[in-house]
């Protein structure tokens, strides 16, 4: 077939056509999918590359094999013309509403895996092109019902994904129950089948599966025109050339036009160096065929530059087939395994080599492919103007920056040369390590170093050890400008019969040498993985030539298997350590209630399919009204300045800008509002000083929000200190100068005995002691948003996506000067909360409003994440200082502190947080306690609630406190805990008027439930065992209480029945993914129940929850604190009961009358005798009954790595009691995903800032939540269904927040595992006794455990084991 040449973009999504002649290339395809189709199921959550929200399937064609190629992609990082004659798979192209969703909706559905659904459709999207590509395999059939994928295989597919809500247990769940190895008696807690069923029941029950799911129909239209396409207009030019020929004639072309030209390949470079600066032209090099070769032959392999990461991966494992020499297909194999763990799945498909080496060779990216290939002597073809040379890899890296008319064509790993291997000499062998220390294992996250060693080694002929024959020591992304190689340390092993005592002259000289620059964070760290990687590559060999002979490098994982290093041990004699092969496993114990059916009942959530297609409506996602406006954010760069004057960069063609708005926009009778609440206001915008780094200046409003983003980017600010004092920007200067927020009365918590008497009961006291706690940010997946639209008679409805929207829609009206019922705010679901849209929201929603008012025009504003992160404000740091007395027993009598809290500029609601503190550090019994808690006013951003705000580090400092009273005994910690557990009197003592009644108090059955559950006990004998047999690895088991007071708030809820008997429900509570819209959809159906007519059972599926409209519904709080959903139950629930009592008479009418009754004719019958169907209420939790605390405990084990600090987290074990349940799936989502924003808080997010306040990390490069491959590898949860509790809302307890503070089990731990580890390292130095006394930073990072373990444990171990092997030994 003769192809068409394209005279314009054509290109397909989810069937449908595109035909576009005027495109600006620097579109993303993400851009013109959310603002110009209807397809906005692609959601931006990063921007970068980084989260997987806009996760879509590239279908091409390829005309010389007729195949389609099918591969998954970031949509927000892959350029509109670049996917010319593809096809687009979205989620709603998968499957949908209206045509019925795919099984992978109904199933992620069922497992109860989305909660506020924002990431949910890249998930899907993700596993849909795995499960595409493995039914292309030549795999058997698999089982009907299965895909031919395994099980590590799905699970694999979202470990690149990120997931701020479930905790992932449940989406890998549901991902693995497509494959064909699963058990699926191994699947978690789903809706589909019943406890007892047999397997084959179960299958059935799944919503089916098979092949035909998965044809993606690649368009006709697409296969009969030519794949690349050049489009020209007066401003930009896209141009795909087919030859190098016509590459030179574009770039000549360019030259004499001085057009601003770019290469690309396919752009995922942008999510890291995103340069705001506009290009005329760009050039796709993908269209020239020498580019994306690839070329095998006895002399290697030679990748063209445009050459997929992916299609790279597979071809070096292609070559394991092959008949290249072993050692070879050995490293070819090795590089690949390497190259998977590089960013993730989607963004390796399309991320070509060529351009990662050009990104480290021209900006000094840390790339994992330079290094590695830098190890294995490769080669690279370039091509300057006309000129063309073949450079080694290291010529290249160090070369000045590539020019712009430079081209790489090719890179090529040489095969090792016979004489250098296995003809020549015998018994030498290659050996190939590559190393790569990162905060995620599997990827998705760069590394803080990376190395790749490749030897040649042989047995020594004149005694029983290795020697070293030649080497190249590759290091980078370490800070510094490219990867290197220690070529001193290289010369210096050369030919040497490696003992311990040359391997620590290696490890001292690679320490020396391996310098990171001088701002390099971790710098000591990155060093000493340096020391460590070497030193575990050339460990094993020492004094063991058979491993050579043995031909150890056909099995080349064994390296580190060699006795001395441990491992093969761990595995062998730690029978309950099998690796498991996939990363997640759980087991979940819950009861479904009956008595309120369906209350009770793990119902799936409400609109869940919906969220997964990605038809479920966010802010972003409604259509823009017509002249829709666009804003962002200008903020402070300055702590505390005088703001002179705002410009926007005069050189940037700005001309869709319309204005920018700040505090002199605020019109006549508006005030400068940018939130208020009961405990204060803070502005809009700033008014002549700005406060903090971060402080809204002013917004860019313009055309598109990209324009307005760039226009804010290049806001030029005038800034002044004249006359200005310092600013404060440490808590303990904001207690020198007197600036502390004042707490209202009722926010005082209340201390509890005498502390003095408790000291002077105490054996022991620990004095003065410090801990420090800094933030996190809360990572929604959605940033802030808003969108506000202008009505007659100066009116505006806005759309929020808020917590809070009765705040917003106060402050709009105060802010404008308008009355309130000018006003209506709009919410219908926020893509994550976390307390991070309860008030910063309302300054979202404000601004927009503010400028939509002096506009005229619709204004929409959706914050990128870089401006989200640093405005956010997150968790509040603080300091705190300790004095504990207590007896030898570890009974402890009197604790005192003293804790300074960095509140931020504006007092938000940081109120709350010394109370929330307090409640959960009383969960011991103290005996006394005392305190003094200052919330300190700083020129920080203010700091905000965040999923129990002061509760978690509450929770935490007991525990610190626990720990180092325990360390101080030198007793074991958990006896230390339960003798400080309450008893019912002490709880009273503590917990006033929360405590509740005796047989509420469910800790001490909790704790001794969990000992079974978890098998704490034996694995404590476990973890010792570990610790004394192994050397490299060190674990730590922990156990530990939780408790938690909430407190219910007024709410208010309205239900009406419409006459065909739907009914529809309006709450003041916000769905924010913690299900509180399936709750209250349950309560609903069972409080209308009580009509007790025909056919009620099925009133469950005519319940709808809608969206929360300010003037539909007055009164409707805040949504936070964990009870927002109780409360709308119960208000939900009083309105039912009114409908009911209206009903009930006319009900006995009818019965007598005919029979029996249903539900229908009952509501036509209501209606033909006007009865009033629509009831609202207000509910107002009695003061006495409206707090109460929530038990829960957690056993956590974690192993790290000595030479890493990597830890991971083995097993997690919870019980928690929810009383009865109102859904206990939802309820087991709330606690899964819970305790893994936790575990971020305590293992992960780093939430850096510089001394003036500005934080440092700005996206998904730096700011690492937890990922699939960090979550815990087997996570057990327990649903303690406990007795009635009369004065909860049918016996329901709280879910959202408790949770996270059990994740400090980990962290507790780790610690264990590190005392271990600071064991050991001191007995090598002969130094015995404890050292456990040490703190551990939160988070406990990979270079804070590090730390602990020594910078220096290899070179301790190795000085230890020279002295104890004595010095004659052939081996030192
Ligand atoms: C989220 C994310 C995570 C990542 N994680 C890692 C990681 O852990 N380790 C790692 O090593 N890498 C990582 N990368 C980098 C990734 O490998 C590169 O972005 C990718 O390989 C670049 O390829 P590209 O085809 O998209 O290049 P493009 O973005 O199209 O181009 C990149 C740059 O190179 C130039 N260029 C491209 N090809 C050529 C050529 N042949 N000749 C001359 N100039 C050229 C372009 O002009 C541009 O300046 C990550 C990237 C992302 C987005
Ligand atoms: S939005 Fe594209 S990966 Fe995050
Ligand atoms: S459900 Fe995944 S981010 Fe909310």
């Not at 600006?24 to 199921?41: A, G, I, V, W």
């Not at 409400?606 to 406006?629: H, M, Y």
């Not at 926010?747 to 003095?756: H, I, R």
């Amino acid at each position: 077939m003769e192809l068409k040449t394209p005279t314009s973009l054509v290109f397909g999504v989810n069937g449908e056509r595109f035909e576009l002649s005027n495109v600006d290339p620097s579109t993303t395809l993400l851009e013109f999918l959310r603002t110009h189709t209807s397809f906005k199921s692609v959601k931006l959550g990063c921007g970068e590359g980084g989260c997987g929200a806009c996760v879509v399937l590239i279908s091409k064609y390829d005309p010389v094999h007729d195949r389609v190629e099918d591969f998954t992609a970031s949509s927000c990082l892959t350029l509109l013309c670049s996917i010319h004659g593809c096809s687009i798979t979205t989620s709603e192209g998968i499957g949908n509403s209206k045509d019925g969703f795919h099984p992978i909706h109904e199933r992620i559905a069922g497992f109860h895996a989305t909660q506020c659904g924002f990431c949910t459709p890249g998930m899907c999207v993700s596993l849909y092109g795995t499960l595409v590509n493995a039914e292309k395999t030549n795999r058997p059939e698999p089982p009907p019902g299965f895909s031919k994928v395994s099980a590590s295989e799905a699970e694999m597919a979202i470990a690149g994904n990120l997931c701020r809500c479930t905790g992932y247990r449940p989406i890998a769940d549901a991902c693995k129950s497509f494959a064909a190895d699963v058990d699926i008696e191994d699947l978690g807690f789903n809706s589909f089948w019943r406890k007892g069923e047999s397997k084959d029941l179960k299958l059935s029950r799944l919503p089916q599966y098979d092949q035909n799911h998965n044809n993606v129909r690649f368009p006709l239209f697409l296969k009969e025109i030519k794949p690349f396409v050049s489009l020209a207009s007066e401003e930009h030019g896209w141009y795909c050339p087919t030859s190098l020929k016509e590459l030179q004639g574009l770039f000549a072309l360019n030259h004499a036009n001085e057009t601003r030209m770019k290469l690309v390949v396919s752009n995922t470079g942008m999510g890291y160096y995103k340069d705001n600066e506009g290009y005329d032209v760009y050039i796709d090099l993908r269209g020239i065929s020498e580019l994306s070769m690839i070329r095998k032959d006895r002399t290697g392999i030679e990748f063209g530059a445009t050459v997929t990461i992916s299609k790279a991966i597979e071809t070096l494992k292609e070559e394991s087939r092959g008949d290249f020499l072993s050692d070879y297909v050995m490293i070819l194999k090795k590089i690949a395994e390497h190259m998977n763990k590089i960013a993730s799945g989607f963004i390796r498909n399309t991320a070509s080599v060529g351009g990662n080496l050009v990104m480290a060779q021209r900006h000094h990216f840390p790339s994992d492919i330079a290094t590695i290939l830098l190890a294995v002597d490769s080669m690279v073809h370039i091509m300057t103007g006309t000129q063309f040379e073949w450079l080694t890899l290291e010529e290249f890296l160090e070369r000045p920056p590539l020019s712009l008319d430079s081209v790489l064509l090719s890179i090529k790993v040489p095969s090792l040369k016979l004489s250098e291997s296995e003809s020549s000499e015998p018994r030498g062998r290659f050996l190939l390590e590559t190393y790569r220390a990162s905060p995620r294992p599997l990827g998705n996250a760069l590394p803080y170093l990376n190395a790749a060693f490749l030897a040649k080694v042989s047995p020594c002929k004149d005694s029983d050890g290795t020697v070293i024959d030649t080497c190249r020591l590759s290091f980078g992304a370490y800070g510094t400008k490219h990867a290197m190689r220690a070529k001193y340390v290289e010369e210096f092993i050369a030919g040497k019969l490696l003992s311990a005592r040359i391997l620590y002259d290696v490890v001292n000289l690679i320490t020396a040498t391996i310098v990171p620059k001088d701002d390099t964070s971790h710098a000591a760290y990155r060093s000493s993985l340096a020391a460590g990687f070497i030193f575990q590559f050339f460990n094993p060999l020492i004094g063991n030539p058979e491993r050579i002979t043995n031909g150890y490098l056909n099995e080349h994982t064994n390296l580190s298997s060699v006795k001395d290093f441990g491992l093969t041990e761990n595995r062998k004699q730690v029978h309950h350590d099998k690796t498991p092969a996939l990363l997640s496993s759980g087991k979940q114990v819950l009861e479904a209630g009956t008595e309120y059916q369906p209350i009770g009942e793990p119902v799936i959530k409400s609109g869940a399919a919906l969220q997964a297609s990605g038809e479920a409506v966010f802010v972003d996602d409604i259509p823009s009204p017509k002249n829709c406006l666009h804003g962002t954010y200008i903020y402070s760069a300055k702590p505390l300045a005088r703001i002179k004057s705002i410009k926007l960069s005069p050189e940037l063609k700005l001309d869709g800008v319309r204005g920018i708005i700040s505090s002199k926009d605020i019109p006549n009778g508006g005030q400068n509002s940018g939130s208020k609440s009961s405990f204060g206001e803070e502005p809009l915008f700033a008014e002549e000083i700005a406060k903090c780094v971060g402080d809204r200046l002013a917004i860019v409003v313009a055309d598109t929000q990209k324009l307005a983003d760039m226009a804010a980017n290049s806001a030029i600010v005038d800034y002044s200190l004249e006359n200005l004092e310092p600013p404060i920007l440490s808590v303990e200067d904001a207690v020198k100068r007197s600036s502390i927020f004042q707490l209202p009365p009722f926010f005082v918590p209340s201390q509890v005995g005498d502390v003095s008497k408790g000291m002077a009961k105490a054996d022991h006291k620990i004095l003065s002691a410090e801990l420090k706690l800094g933030s996190q940010y809360y990572f929604y997946m959605e940033t802030q948003t808003a969108l506000a639209v202008p009505d007659e008679d100066n009116c505006i409805v806005v759309y929020s996506s808020s917590q809070s929207p009765e705040y917003v829609h106060a402050n709009i009206a105060r802010c404008l000067g308008i009355p309130a019922n000018n006003v209506r705010v709009i919410t219908r679901r926020v893509g994550g909360g976390f307390g991070g849209k309860s008030l910063r929201s309302v300054t979202c929603a404000t601004s927009c409003a503010l400028a939509a008012h002096k506009l005229r025009h619709p204004v929409r504003m959706y914050l990128n994440r870089k401006t989200d992160m640093i405005m956010a404000g997150g968790r509040h740091p603080m300091k705190i200082t300790y004095s504990v007395g207590f007896k030898n027993d570890g009974k402890i009598t009197a604790l005192e502190l003293e804790i300074l809290v960095n509140a931020g500029i504006y007092v938000d609601c940081s109120p709350i947080i010394p109370r929330n503190m307090i409640g959960a550090l009383k969960k011991y019994d103290w005996g006394a306690l005392s305190f003094d808690i200052k919330l300190c006013r700083t020129n920080h951003p203010s700091r905000a609630a965040m999923r129990a705000p002061g509760d978690v580090q509450g929770s935490y400092i007991a525990e610190a406190i626990i720990e180092k009273v325990a360390a101080t005994l030198e007793m074991d910690v958990d006896s230390v805990r339960s003798i400080n557990l309450h008893t019912y009197t002490s709880l009273k003592a503590f917990y006033e008027d929360s405590c509740g009644e005796p047989h509420e108090y469910t800790m001490p059955l909790i704790w001794s439930k969990l000992n079974a559950f978890a098998n704490y006990e034996v694995r404590v004998e476990m973890v010792k065992e570990f610790n004394r047999t192994n050397t490299w690895k060190k674990r730590g088991i922990s156990r530990v209480p939780v408790m938690y007071e909430v407190t219910q708030r007024a709410t208010t809820g309205k239900v009406s029945i419409f006459s065909d008997g739907s009914v529809v429900a309006e709450v003041g509570g916000i769905e924010l993914g913690q299900g509180l819209w399936t709750k209250v959809k349950q309560m609903v159906a069972f409080a209308l129940g009580a009509v007790k007519c025909d056919g009620i059972d099925g009133l469950l599926d005519k319940v709808r929850v809608v969206q929360s409209d300010t003037v539909s519904l007055i009164q409707g709080g805040l949504t936070a604190g964990s009870t927002t959903s109780e409360s709308s139950c119960e208000a939900a629930r009083l309105s039912c009961d009114i409908l009911v009592e209206r009903l009930k008479p006319l009900k006995e009418k009818l019965q007598k009358e005919m029979g029996s009754v249903n539900w229908e004719t009952l509501i036509i019958q209501a209606y033909a005798q006007s009865v009033n169907l629509s009831a609202s209420s207000f509910y107002v939790p009695s003061t006495n009954s409206s707090r109460y605390i929530n038990y829960g405990a957690a056993v956590s084990e974690v192993e790290i790595d000595l030479v890493t600090g990597e830890t991971r987290c083995l097993q997690t074990d919870i019980i928690y009691d929810c009383g009865q349940s109102l859904n206990p799936a939802v309820d087991l989502g709330q606690i899964e995903g819970s305790f893994i924003q936790g575990l971020g808080f305590f293992m992960l997010e780093e939430y850096e800032t510089n001394l003036d306040g500005l934080v440092l990390v700005d996206g998904t490069w730096n700011y690492k939540i937890p990922t699939l491959d960090t979550i815990p590898q087997k996570f057990n949860v327990q649903i303690l269904n406990s007795e009635h509790h009369p004065q909860r809302v049918l016996s329901s307890k709280a879910s959202g927040e408790p949770p996270l503070l059990l994740a400090v089990s980990v962290h507790c731990a780790t610690r264990a595992a590190a005392k271990e580890a600071k064991k050991q390292l001191l007995s090598w130095s002969n130094l015995d006794g404890p050292d456990s006394t040490f703190q551990l930073e939160v988070p406990a990072t990979m270079p804070v455990l590090k730390q602990l373990c020594g910078l220096d444990i290899v070179q301790t171990y190795l000085k230890w084991k020279m002295g104890s092997m004595g010095r004659n030994s052939n081996h030192l």
